[in-house]
C-alpha cells in the first residue's frame, strides 16, 4: 500500500514500532509507537486519509476512532473474509451475516475467535467514521515479500508434491499489489462502504498449475496440513467463492495468478532460498 500511495504521488506518514523493516521508506514520515498502548502522537495531527491495516480487537479500533476521526477525512479499514458466518451455500457477498463471540470483551487472538473480532473491530470504526469509511475483507493474499507460508509455500515448490484427492476444491488468492491498488483508488475517491476484495476463483488443481507444480494425489495428504487445502467434506468451501464484483466495480483488477506465482518465487529466490523440493511419499 505505502508503494501504491508513493508511486501515486502522495505524501505518507507510518505509524509503527520501529520493530520490523525500520529501514524502509526513508522518504515517509515516521512516527513511532505502540498503538496498544498509546496513539497520543497522532491525536493533534489531521489526515486526509488514514489506512488502518492492523487492528486485530476492538479496542484498538476505538482508540483509533477517538485520535483521528476527529480530525481526519476518510479513512480505510483492512478486515478479512473471516468475518462471514459459514451458511453453508455460496460465497458471502458483502451483506451476509457475520459472526459473534460468546465472550465479545475477549482479547484473545486465536482461530476460533479471530473472524469474530474482527466483526466487532468492523463496528467500531463504524461507530467512529460513520459514513467516512471503507472497509476492505480480503482473502488470501499473496505475492512477494509475503512472509507467510499459505501461498508462498505452494509457489516455492519444485517437483512432484503430495496434495490430497480434492484438487478441484475452490481456491482464491489475491495478488497485495493489486489489493493495494483498489486501497489507492478507494482513497483517492473517497469511496465508503464494504468489499469484498479477493482474486479470480480457480480450483485447487489450477492453483498448483499456475504454480507449476506437478500434483501426486495421496490420501495420506491430508494429515500433513497443507496451507489453502480445505476440509474434504466441504464445510469451508464458501471461504474461497467470495464475490468481489463491487471491488472490480471500483478499479479492482486481479493479475493471473501465474504472474503473482512466478514473482513470488522469484522475490523467494532473491532471498538465497533455492525452490523446495517435495518428494512424494
Known amino acids: 500500500m505505502v508503494e501504491a500511495l508513493l508511486g501515486a504521488g502522495h505524501e505518507v506518514a507510518l505509524f509503527h514500532r520501529g520493530q520490523s523493516g525500520p529501514g524502509l521508506f526513508p522518504e515517509c514520515e515516521h512516527i513511532l509507537g505502540d498503538r496498544r498502548e498509546s496513539l497520543g502522537k497522532l491525536a493533534d495531527r489531521s489526515w486526509d486519509a488514514v489506512f488502518d491495516v492492523c487492528a486485530y480487537i476492538p479496542r484498538e479500533a476505538r482508540m483509533a476512532g477517538e485520535a483521528l476521526a476527529a480530525g481526519s477525512s476518510w479513512c480505510l479499514l483492512v478486515s478479512t473474509i473471516s468475518v462471514y458466518d459459514n451458511t453453508g451455500g455460496p460465497g458471502p457477498n458483502e451483506s451476509a451475516a457475520v459472526l ?52 508462498t509455500y505452494w509457489a516455492t515448490r519444485s517437483g512432484p508434491t503430495r496434495v490430497p484427492p480434492r484438487l478441484e476444491q475452490p481456491v482464491q488468492a489475491i495478488d497485495a499489489r493489486d489489493l493495494a491498488r483498489l486501497c489507492l483508488l478507494l482513497a483517492e475517491g473517497r469511496i465508503s462502504g464494504t468489499f469484498n476484495a479477493c482474486g479470480e476463483q480457480t480450483t485447487l488443481g489450477g492453483m498448483l498449475a499456475s504454480c507449476g ?63 523446495l523440493k517435495t518428494e512424494p511419499a
Open 100 to 151: 459473534s463471540l460468546d465472550d465479545p470483551a475477549t482479547e484473545t487472538v486465536d482461530a476460533e475467535t479471530y473472524g469474530g473480532l474482527k466483526a466487532l473491530v468492523e463496528a467500531e470504526a463504524h461507530e467512529a467514521w460513520g459514513d467516512r469509511l471503507a472497509v476492505v475483507r480480503p482473502g488470501i493474499v499473496a505475492g512477494p515479500n509475503d512472509p507467510t507460508d499459505r501461498f
Open 213 to 275: 507444480v506437478e500434483p501426486v494425489e495421496d490420501a495420506a495428504a491430508w494429515e500433513l496440513g497443507l496451507p489453502l487445502v480445505l476440509p474434504a467434506d466441504g464445510s469451508s468451501d464458501f471461504l474461497f467463492r467470495c464475490p468481489s464484483d463491487r471491488a472490480r466495480a471500483h478499479g479492482l483488477a486481479n493479475r493471473p495468478l501465474a504472474e503473482t506465482a512466478a514473482d513470488t518465487r522469484a522475490w523467494w529466490e532473491s532471498q538465497g532460498r533455492p525452490p
